[in-house]
């Protein structure tokens, strides 16, 4: 290449240009991006519109059509503001639509595709999805009351009950965990499915914390038990066998349900009822996921800011929570995060290619920044 070409390349914004044999061969990220592009007019041309709408990698694209089919349903499903009484209909979408990952859904759409087979979302399983969401939204809004974390900045906008005041925030929490259910009964699949999807969700999202010590509690991990043992102990010395039980009851059920209910309505598109191995893997699976999770969203609040986030950083020392890094330390808890993403993808090994888009999705789960 002579400067001038080199100068073109800085310009262009690509790694290299390279004369190819019928012209010029332009390279974005290391990939023939255009070829050939006959000359360097046109390969200018089209290299700025190519920088101005960046490629996304195939995760960002899982993210982004499962964030808006995910909306789509939400605005289906959810009062429209104009429904009486205002106030709490304006609160629960105040809180849905404040710009939330949506993870819990393309999660669980992803394990739905993996299992029903077809490389097709089944359908209907977008609504199961938004359920699931509006459980979450429930989770975060009663998280950020005064009485629990007390916090003021969520999804980047003002909490519920800074934007509504207390009582209708309590109120609009209750009412989308109830939306959430009548969403999941009235599903377009198979009666024993919605019954299965039904048991799975609501032990997902109750009081157990599955053990303690070496005690079976006697009720598997949910999500209302972790985050009264997290609200417990506040202040005191965490142990790892404590925040391991925290972590895996208020964060890990949910998003393990997620997956294992994706998992259920795959299988119920298909006729079949049940199949225990693809159900017991994509439960490991999520067990691990949604652990891995939690670690990172404690080592983010931790090495993140506020503005990134879109909620309060610094808020589990400045309250002396149960947090990974509080036992581990940073380095610690990255790798273990790591280590836990490893045996997610172990458990799904035997589905092939087919997990690619569910493994894609727990590491990213891992290398998120907000
Ligand atoms: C935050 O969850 C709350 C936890 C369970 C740790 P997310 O990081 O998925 O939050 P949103 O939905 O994107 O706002
Ligand atoms: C929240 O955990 C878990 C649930 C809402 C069930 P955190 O308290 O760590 O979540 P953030 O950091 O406020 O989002
Ligand atoms: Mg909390
Ligand atoms: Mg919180
Ligand atoms: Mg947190």
Same mark, same amino acid.
């Given at each position: 290449m002579n400067t001038l070409q080199s100068i073109f390349c800085i310009y262009l914004n690509c790694k290299r240009i390279d004369e190819g044999g019928e012209g010029w061969e332009l390279l974005i990220d290391n990939k023939p991006r255009i070829r050939p592009a006959v000359n360097v007019r046109r390969a200018f041309r089209i290299s700025r519109h190519l920088s101005s709408e960046p490629m996304e990698s195939p995760v960002q694209s899982l993210l982004s059509s499962g964030a808006k089919l995910t909306d789509a349903a939400l605005e289906r499903l959810l009062p429209s503001p104009?429904? *009486?009484?205002?106030s709490i209909h304006r609160a629960m979408r105040h809180s849905v639509f404040a710009g939330g990952k949506r993870l819990r859904p393309i999660l669980c759409m992803e394990a739905a595709r993996m299992v029903a087979g077809t490389g097709e979302l089944p359908a209907g399983v977008d609504s199961l999805g938004a359920a699931l969401e509006m459980l979450h939204t429930y989770s975060l809004i009663h998280d950020d009351l005064p009485a629990l974390d007390? @916090? @003021? *900045?969520?999804r980047g906008h003002p909490t519920c009950h800074v934007a509504f005041g207390e009582a209708i925030a309590i109120l609009a929490g209750d009412a989308l965990q109830t939306l959430a259910f009548q969403t999941i009964a009235q599903l377009p699949a198979p009666a024993a499915t919605v019954v299965q999807l039904l048991r799975e969700v609501s032990i997902a999202v109750g009081t157990g914390i599955g053990r303690s010590g070496e005690i079976e509690t006697g009720l598997a991990p949910g999500m209302i038990g972790g985050q009264v043992v997290d609200i417990e102990s506040e202040r005191v010395a965490p142990t790892a066998e404590l925040v391991e039980t925290i972590h895996r009851a208020k964060t890990g059920a949910l998003i393990t349900t997620a997956i294992v209910t994706g998992g259920l309505y795959g299988l119920g598109s298909k006729g079949h009822g049940s199949a225990d191995d693809t159900i017991a893997r994509l439960r490991i699976f999520g067990q691990n996921a949604g652990l891995a999770f939690q670690i990172v969203d404690d080592i983010l609040d931790l090495t993140q800011s506020s503005a990134e986030l879109g909620k309060t950083a610094g808020k589990d020392a400045a309250s002396i929570k149960a947090t990974w890094p509080a036992v581990y330390g940073l380095e610690q808890s990255r790798r273990d995060a790591d280590r836990l993403i490893a045996d997610a993808f172990a458990a799904v090994e035997p589905f092939g290619p087919a997990a690619d888009p569910l493994k894609s999705l727990a590491r990213y789960l891992t290398t998120r920044t907000h």
């Open positions: 104009e429904t *009486l009484p205002h007390n @916090d @003021d *900045l969520r």
